[in-house]
């Protein structure tokens, strides 16, 4: 077995059970010194034991009882912790992403709740792509996106017969900063104004954009713009290229196609939240069970319920 990745009966076997996970997520949280999530007091936390089961806690100084899942993405949900963690290393190892239904038969909770999960867990992984955390820099690629069905295989009554390569499509728009992070977002339109607009948000004036010829880009002179002519087949240029995102971009549309088949517009940032952190700090270079800690890290201080969600 590889040293950098580990199989899912090895998760199991390190995980199996409820007490094996919660000690686990109690150590990789507060590091044996348990902190009050409410006045985040380390001061006189009374450890309690509540319908017969370990792992309740008694702020002395706010009087609340808290365990490790409270103020995470697990609060409040009936899915034992070791189902988490299996649930956790799937997202991170399947390059392309784990439906809900698959997840479902491994994990052995119904569809609903899978999905539920997985919502949670991409929106833990916020933090990798939005708010735009990460500020890029050098060499920065940029490029837009289509997602959603083809016109042709609507009824014609549902047609909206646009004009352009956005088809009717959700835009979503990436920048990768040559062999560094990546960051996408959902944006209404693929106009100058918003493109430009995201662009000043994430990437240091000064740093070189490397884009397409779409003339949305013009007009930045606080960067070096570099551009390739796709409609004339140059696809390379004296080092100019945005063959990076457009990788991304590939990942993101097989996920569409092979394995969710179809997202819809609310839910799209989340998928796009997951697909980042995989290339971010989930990154195959890194070891499996850091790639779970990272994510581990990301599900502190995130709380989604399902009205939130659905609504």
């Known amino acids: ?12 076997e390190k995980f199996p059970d409820e007490e094996a996970a919660r000690v686990y997520l109690e150590q990789k ?3 044996g010194n348990p902190a009050c999530p409410k006045c985040q007091s380390t001061d006189r936390q009374y450890k309690q034991r509540r319908g017969g089961k370990e792992g309740y806690y008694l702020c002395h100084h706010c009087k609340k009882v808290y365990t ?10 009936h899915v034992p912790l070791h189902k988490w963690m299996l649930a956790l290393y799937l997202v991170v190892t399947d390059r392309k992403g784990i439906s809900s239904l698959n997840l479902s038969k491994v994990v052995g909770v119904s569809q609903p709740t899978a999905w539920f999960m997985l919502q949670r867990i991409r929106f833990a992984c916020e933090d990798d792509n939005g708010g735009n955390k990460f500020v890029l820099e050098g060499i920065v690629e940029a490029d837009e996106a289509y997602l959603g069905g083809k016109e042709s295989n609507k009824h014609e009554s549902k047609r909206l017969h646009p004009r352009g390569g956005a088809g009717g499509k959700a835009t979503v728009f990436g920048l990768r900063q040559r062999n560094g ?7 209404p339109d693929n106009n100058g ?20 010829e779409h003339p949305s880009y013009q007009g930045m002179p606080e960067y070096h713009h570099r551009t390739v002519n796709h409609s004339a087949k140059q696809y390379v240029y004296d080092n100019a290229h945005t063959n990076g995102i ?17 997202f819809s517009r609310k839910h799209m940032q989340l998928y796009l939240n997951e697909v980042c952190f995989r290339l971010n700090s989930g990154s195959v270079k890194v070891r499996t069970l850091d790639r779970i800690d990272s994510l581990l890290k990301m599900c502190v201080g995130k709380r989604m319920t399902r009205a939130s969600l659905v609504a």
């Not at 992070?181 to 944006?187: F, K, L």
């Not at 000043?200 to 000064?206: D, F, N």
């Not at 590939?250 to 088949?261: E, T």
Request: overall charge positive; proline content about 1%; aromatic content about 8%.
């Open 246 to 262: 457009e990788s991304v971009w590939a990942v993101l549309k097989r996920a569409f196609n092979g394995i969710y088949h179809c």
């Open 29 to 31: 949280r507060w590091g």
């Open 193 to 212: 104004k918003t493109l430009k607009a995201a662009v000043r948000a994430a990437v240091r004036p000064g740093s070189t954009l490397c884009t397409d």
């Open 181 to 187: 992070n990546v960051i996408a977002q959902v944006v």
């Open 68 to 77: 490790v899942r409270t103020g995470t993405i697990f609060e409040r949900s």
């Open 1 to 12: 077995m590889s040293k950098v990745t580990i199989s899912a009966y090895q998760v199991m």
